[in-house]
């Protein structure tokens, strides 16, 4: 029986050109004349993703500096230096593995051998893989080598992460920087590998192969030998998607349809179908993220050619961009990046993910501000989306409030429409809850009278807000204003931190939406009140009327601040602080 060994596709169709590198033209044109004019540095930096050509554009390089019949920059593959080095036994190119000969014992050695001249060609070439793998010891070792290397030696070095690489090192070296391939190029090189291999491959495969390989030719490679071993000599875009368990792009054409219509029993068959084919829940809305932004592009420019995909689903395109206007579509991404943050994160996926799709449904059409004014002027009726969302449902409780407007009181009773929206991201009963609680008035009098109950829960070192209990507070109709008499008191409580902090801690204790104000006053003058702007409501100017200072013997008197420090200055100021007689 014949024993025949199987070559994995990147291995037999590895380029052994310049000009056979796919994607990478601006770095083999350069090496190209660079061996022509005879300008080889002595040290080279290929740094890139991974399956782009690094190695192998160094390999060839490696056999193109040592050609005995170089053909314009190009290796012949035919010499005697050429074959040994295709066939893996020159002795003057040397592939080494960073990961694996990272220490500074490794790079000794290769100190020591660098010194011997090549057995055959013009150069001794060193290849690093992986180079920003050496310990930093060994980068100090490979210095003075790198920096001035005898004639007959070069030096590539390979990494997919520049960054790790001391600034000392490459400063030594020419960079050059390898592109992600785009998609027409990998489409282009599985093509020909397909007809080379006499398989039949349809155009969507090829695009779902090159979408999958995320820019490495080497991992499109591997992928097409994957599903040319499930699928045999023909491979159609049903089996590859079988094959990868790649969700097909008719299914977010589908999601789009329903959407448009409204179609919430068909939204329900769809998650359906995602649960019982084991498609991950976040992987299918970021593919439906995808899905919109591309039809967005679409919608505004009308234009597919920037579209990477077929040209069936690009016709396809065109006809989904008139069931949406430009607002709705961006709605929709911004409420899924929202939603695949929570699905992320939640207990219940599944149920998450199946309330994402019926929302996407009911989610009601965006109007603009102009079309509203002018059915406004014309008297026309809201469109029922607007006016009667079934996400919305209303309510008309009677209000009746005193309001304080420019010095003058006003009594307002009146009856007025609220509209509770649902967030579809958050559980309706919490949203409701927590429209309840800021529509709910708190007069002055009732935080006053719990105010010293607060400040004995709260008021502490647990809590860190000790010196509250030391600050002057004036209390209004749902609100507070803090009267802060130091510049360390006021930066403390005005940060961002200590402010949501504070009024998270009084929203919870008064069961109310309270308005926190602060004002640095050391004067204790000209104290006036800020107006809440939840509420619509400004508050009058407040006067408080102070008794005069009794300036008898008896009472203490204040301290003099013109000598002290600003440290105690402050605690002076914290706590009143007196001078005895």
């Known amino acids: 029986m014949e024993n025949t060994s199987f070559l994995v596709t990147a291995r037999k169709f590895r380029p052994q050109l310049f000009k056979d590198v796919v994607g990478q033209s601006h770095i083999t044109k350069t090496l190209i004349n660079a061996i022509s004019k005879n300008r080889v540095h002595h040290a080279?930096?290929?740094?890139?993703?991974?399956?782009?050509?690094?190695?192998?554009?160094?390999?060839?390089?490696?056999?193109?500096?040592?050609?005995?019949?170089?053909?314009?920059?190009e290796p012949c593959n035919e010499c005697e230096i050429c074959k040994h080095s295709l066939d893996g036994r020159s002795l003057d190119i040397i592939e080494i593995d960073g990961a694996s000969n990272n220490s500074v014992d490794d790079i000794r050695k290769l100190r020591e051998n660098v010194k011997f001249p090549p057995v055959q060609g013009k150069y001794k070439m060193y290849i690093i893989d992986e180079v920003h793998m050496l310990s930093t010891s060994a980068f100090n070792a490979l210095l003075k080598t790198l920096e001035e290397p005898p004639n007959h030696l070069l030096f590539v070095f390979a990494t997919t992460e520049p960054h790790k690489v001391p600034a000392t090192i490459m400063s030594r070296c020419q960079r050059f920087d390898f592109r992600r391939m785009e998609l027409t190029d990998i489409t282009g090189q599985i093509s020909y590998i397909a007809k080379k291999e006499g398989i039949s491959i349809d155009e969507q495969s090829l695009f779902a192969v090159a979408k999958k390989a995320d820019g490495s030719m080497r991992d499109a490679e591997s992928i097409f030998d994957q599903v040319t071993a499930f699928t045999g000599s023909e491979i159609t875009y049903s089996k590859l998607s079988d094959a990868l368990h790649l969700i097909d792009e008719e299914f977010f054409f589908a999601i789009t349809q329903n959407i448009s219509e409204s179609n919430l029993k068909e939204m329900f068959d769809l998650a359906s179908k995602v649960v019982k084919r084991g498609y991950d829940y976040i992987e299918t809305l970021q593919g439906l993220l995808e899905h919109l932004r591309n039809l967005l592009a679409v919608k505004i420019t009308n234009d597919t050619t920037f579209l990477e995909t077929s040209e069936t689903q690009k016709t396809q395109y065109l006809e989904h961009t008139k069931l949406f206007d430009v607002q709705d579509v961006i709605r929709m991404i911004q409420f899924i990046s929202t939603a695949e943050q929570q699905i992320k994160y939640s207990p219940q996926q599944k149920v998450r993910f199946e309330l994402t799709l019926a929302q996407l449904a009911y989610l009601p059409k965006s109007h603009s501000i102009n079309e509203l004014i002018e059915m406004v002027k014309s008297g026309k009726q809201f469109p029922q989306d607007v006016s009667n969302t079934p996400l919305i449902p209303k309510m008309e409780p009677s209000v009746t409030k005193t309001i304080s407007v420019a010095n003058e009181q006003v009594i307002a009773s009146k009856k007025i429409s609220i509209d509770i929206a649902v967030d579809?991201?958050?559980?309706?009963?919490?949203?409701?809850?927590?429209?309840?609680?800021?529509?709910?008035?708190?007069?002055?009098?009732?935080?006053?009278?719990?105010?010293?109950?607060?400040?004995?829960k709260y008021a502490n070192s647990q809590y860190q807000l000790t010196s509250l209990a030391h600050i002057n507070v004036e209390f209004v109709d749902n609100g507070l204003l803090l009267f802060l008499n130091s510049e360390v008191i006021y930066n403390n409580y005005t940060t961002s931190i200590m402010q949501s902090k504070l009024k998270k801690i009084v929203d919870e204790f008064f069961d109310g939406n309270i308005q926190i104000n602060y004002k640095l006053d050391t004067s204790k003058e000209n104290r006036e009140f800020l107006g809440i702007k939840e509420n619509k409501v400004e508050f009058e100017k407040h006067e408080k009327t102070e008794k005069p200072l009794d300036e008898t013997k008896d009472k203490p008197l204040p301290i003099k601040q013109e000598n002290l420090s600003d440290t105690d200055k402050t605690i002076i100021n914290l706590f009143n602080a007196r001078q005895s007689n």
């Open 424 to 456: 579809e991201n958050k559980d309706s009963d919490d949203e409701i809850k927590l429209s309840k609680k800021s529509l709910r008035f708190i007069k002055k009098e009732e935080i006053e009278e719990k105010w010293d109950l607060f400040l004995d």
């Open 44 to 73: 080279y930096l290929f740094n890139g993703p991974r399956g782009v050509g690094k190695t192998t554009t160094a390999r060839i390089f490696a056999r193109a500096v040592n050609c005995l019949n170089l053909q314009d920059g």
